[in-house]
Nanobody, 115 residues
Framework: QVQLVESGGGLVQAGGSLRLSCAAS????????MGWYRQAPGKERGLVAD???????YYADSVKGRFTISRDNAKNSVYLQMNSLKPEDTAVYYC?????????WGKGTLVTVSS
């Protein structure tokens, strides 16, 4: 039923940009907080940014000023614009939908930032 599909990952040089997309289906999209998480090899998954149903945003300190999260409820999609990328941003990026303590996850998209 619920499906989250990420896209937009790839290989980019340090200082470059990427735009990640997450298309959701099978849920009432506007009722969910949408988030982007990332996981590097050997590390735990951590929150990068999220956006509530009301449009409030949160960013991890490590990405503040460089990344922008947005959502388009009419398209059931959430986006992550990533600028000024650094090698430490290299990770698998996951889309997450949260409501009432229930979380749905996408399969992830790999972002590799070369130095």
């Amino acid at each position: 039923q619920v499906q989250l599909v990420e896209s937009g990952g790839g290989l980019v040089q340090a200082g470059g940009s990427l735009r990640l997309s997450c298309a959701a289906s099978g849920l009432i999209f506007g009722s969910y907080t949408m988030g982007w998480y990332r996981q590097a090899p050997g590390k735990e998954r951590g929150l990068v940014a999220d956006i509530t149903s009301g449009g409030s945003t949160y960013y991890a300190d490590s990405v503040k000023g460089r990344f922008t999260i947005s959502r388009d409820n009419a398209k059931n999609s959430v986006y992550l614009q990533m600028n000024s990328l650094k090698p430490e941003d290299t990770a698998v990026y996951y889309c997450c939908a949260e409501r009432l303590g229930m979380n749905y996850w996408g399969k992830g998209t790999l972002v590799t930032v070369s130095s």
